[in-house]
């Protein structure tokens, strides 16, 4: 009975002793996990993973954009522009009658409901906000007309620039303009959607070539939300970084002062899949007027000449890297000769995710 209790009191020890041990473990190893996270953060405050990749891009406006004014035949046959000189391109239409306007759709109902013969529209103008009145034209489907074009979002494909550590994003080095009056569209919110290549339309000297992609725009291809447009690309928070970052490694962020003409490469993906294509920086420039044109760039490389003709529609964005670090992005291409274009320096893109 003595040995029993004896040996009964060994085992009981040796266990005790076990998991004391693995308990120290566990908290060891918890210390040192902590310390590698604060060791990364602090390493990755200079430093960026860098994109390629490309995505759709949908973009919603607050309120509705004014595109132009136009002529209305009236029920009664006669032909009136009742907008003229009250509201212009590049105005947001915010309310209607004092009710609030977040889409098209939202000013044809409210014109549909219409019970009086005058229009109060809340514009928003440059940084102000004005009223204008006006009188809207019973056509002959017994419908009121405004005689105003108006756009309320946009849509494409561009590249993903870089990510940082807290899933911010920046794409496209240059921000999103109406195509019709070509001004920088205001947004409310937007997405960004995974899309994969369906085709490459090289370019070619006085017609630039474009990169075709699937897109799917439902939530089950969301990858992020958009919440910039800028002068310096579209800038958002990404939530699936997986599906774009994976097995990417960080890169040191190269400051605009370190930037020098000669061999650089641009990250892009115009073969299913991200590569890094061989260029020549020709030309910096720190004073330009335009903060997306301060890098004057050339493809170098015959494989990717050979595939695109240079740079083309869809690869604004792509990451410029020199030397191992970040440079910059590329942002436009010369019409005229599309092996060689513009990019945007990487901190004025960071200046918009801190």
């Not at 561009?158 to 109406?178: K, Q």
């Not at 494989?303 to 436009?332: C, D, R, Y």
Request: charged residues 30%; glycine residues 12%; proline residues 3%.
């Amino acid at each position: 009975m003595r040995k029993y209790w004896y040996r009964r009191f060994l085992l009981v020890l040796l266990v005790l002793s076990v998991l004391g041990y693995a308990g120290y473990e566990i908290t060891k190893r918890q210390e040192q996990g902590r310390k590698k996270e604060v060791s990364a953060d602090t390493v990755s405050s200079d430093t960026v993973i860098p994109g390629g990749m490309p995505v759709g891009i949908y973009l919603e406006t607050e309120g509705v954009m004014v595109l132009g004014t136009e002529k209305i035949t009236g029920a009664d046959g006669k032909i009136t522009e009742p907008a003229r000189h009250l509201v212009k391109a590049g105005d947001y239409i915010v309310e209607c009658n004092g009710k609030k306007i977040a889409d098209k759709k939202r000013l044809q109902d409210t014109l549909k409901k219409l019970d009086a013969e005058e229009v109060v529209l809340k514009l928003r103008r440059d940084s102000g906000y004005l009223d204008v009145k006006i009188k809207p034209v019973r056509n002959k489907k017994n419908q009121y007309m405004l005689g105003i074009w108006v756009r309320d979002n946009a849509q494409g494909l561009g590249t993903v620039t870089f990510l940082n550590t807290d899933s911010r994003f920046g794409a496209l080095g240059h921000g999103i303009h109406d195509t019709d009056t070509n001004t920088l569209m205001e947004i409310k919110d937007g997405r960004v959607y995974e899309t994969s290549i369906r085709s490459i339309q090289k370019g070619a000297g006085g017609e630039p070539g474009g990169i075709e992609g699937i897109i799917v725009y439902n939530r089950y291809n969301v990858l992020g939300t958009i919440d910039k447009n800028t002068d310096c690309g579209i800038f958002g928070t990404l939530e699936r970084t997986d599906n774009l970052f994976r097995n990417t490694e960080p890169v040191g962020i190269m400051a605009t002062d370190e930037i020098k003409k000669g061999d650089a490469v641009i990250r892009c993906c115009v073969e299913g899949k991200v590569k890094e294509y061989k260029i020549r920086i020709t030309k910096t420039d720190k004073h330009t007027k335009e903060e997306n044109k301060g890098l004057e760039i050339k493809v170098t490389d015959p494989e990717l000449l050979e595939i695109t003709g240079g740079i083309i529609q869809g690869m604004s964005g792509a990451p410029i890297l020199q030397n191992g670090k970040i440079a910059g992005a590329v942002t436009h291409v010369f019409v005229n000769d599309p092996a060689r274009g513009y990019g945007i320096f990487i901190e004025n893109m960071l200046k918009h995710v801190e």
